[in-house]
């Protein structure tokens, strides 16, 4: 069977979600590389994979496959279903929970803040420190919530890894490189649960090819 192909640039935390599944799954893959900065992604081509001109897409066989938390259920679907706790109807429930809560509550609090301390500086563009403050207020609330979560349970669905957590790594991973990742200091429980995420094999081989600053220091700029 011929390995799946997955297109994008390894920086890219929806790429990660994606590749930490892979890895996480055993599954044979390999990149195909794009360039951002050289508009890959806005060629017909690509267009013709996703029509929304983002990255990632995965490609199996004859099935083309875009969104990245889609990838990833599909992913571990076929390779490693117990990531999502299939045939356990209270668990699988729980990790569609918390993946729902990575989406629509962390991922809108932590993305402007990777993008106005990281990316924005290193793009020439004005940081905005007051949207910076009002999302660090905001994510203290809901690291409460993890805290709160996290001190009942290893791990976020329950004493198992899940998806649920995998899914948070990718823009965590550049969370904790701003000067804001003292936050977790106050949440020990989520510190934790953090460092073990650290520690998967799948993580370290995925977080070696994202370096803090997206690629700009070495003029590795996807």
């Given at each position: 069977?011929?390995?799946?192909?997955?297109y994008?640039?390894?920086?890219?935390?929806?790429?990660?979600?994606?590749?930490?599944?892979?890895?996480?799954a055993?599954?044979?893959?390999?990149?195909?590389?794009?360039?951002?900065?050289?508009?890959?992604?806005?060629?017909?081509d690509?267009?013709?994979?996703?029509?929304?001109?983002?990255?990632?897409?995965?490609?199996?066989?004859?099935?083309?496959?875009?969104?990245?938390?889609?990838?990833?259920?599909?992913?571990?679907?076929?390779?490693?279903?117990?990531?999502?706790?299939?045939?356990?109807?209270?668990?699988?429930?729980?990790?569609?929970?918390?993946?729902?809560?990575?989406?629509?509550?962390?991922?809108?609090?932590?993305?402007?803040?990777?993008?106005?301390?990281?990316?924005?500086p290193?793009?020439?563009?004005?940081?905005?420190?007051?949207i910076?403050?009002?999302?660090?207020?905001?994510?203290?609330?809901?690291?409460?919530?993890?805290?709160?979560?996290?001190?009942?349970?290893?791990?976020?669905?329950?004493?198992?890894?899940?998806?649920?957590d995998?899914?948070?790594?990718?823009f965590m991973?550049?969370?904790?490189?701003?000067?804001?990742?003292?936050?977790?200091?106050?949440?020990?429980?989520?510190?934790?649960?953090?460092?073990?995420?650290?520690?998967?094999?799948?993580?370290?081989?995925?977080?070696?090819?994202?370096?803090?600053?997206?690629?700009?220091?070495?003029?590795?700029?996807?």
């Amino acid at each position: 069977m011929a390995p799946m192909k997955v297109y994008g640039w390894a920086v890219s935390p929806w790429m990660a979600r994606v590749l930490v599944c892979l890895e996480e799954a055993g599954a044979e893959y390999e990149i195909v590389p794009m360039s951002r900065s050289g508009g890959d992604h806005r060629q017909p081509d690509h267009l013709a994979r996703n029509p929304f001109g983002e990255i990632p897409v995965l490609e199996d066989g004859d099935l083309t496959l875009y969104q990245s938390r889609g990838v990833a259920r599909y992913i571990l679907r076929k390779c490693k279903p117990e990531l999502l706790r299939a045939g356990n109807l209270a668990e699988s429930a729980m990790v569609d929970v918390w993946l729902d809560v990575e989406a629509l509550q962390l991922e809108p609090i932590v993305r402007p803040i990777v993008a106005n301390c990281i990316l924005y500086p290193l793009e020439g563009c004005y940081r905005d420190q007051k949207i910076v403050e009002e999302k660090i207020e905001k994510l203290k609330k809901l690291l409460e919530v993890y805290e709160s979560r996290l001190s009942c349970s290893k791990y976020l669905a329950g004493d198992f890894i899940s998806l649920a957590d995998l899914s948070h790594f990718s823009f965590m991973r550049y969370f904790m490189a701003t000067e804001y990742a003292d936050q977790l200091d106050t949440y020990p429980h989520v510190k934790a649960w953090w460092a073990a995420l650290l520690a998967r094999p799948s993580v370290k081989k995925v977080m070696a090819g994202m370096p803090p600053d997206f690629g700009f220091g070495s003029g590795n700029i996807p």
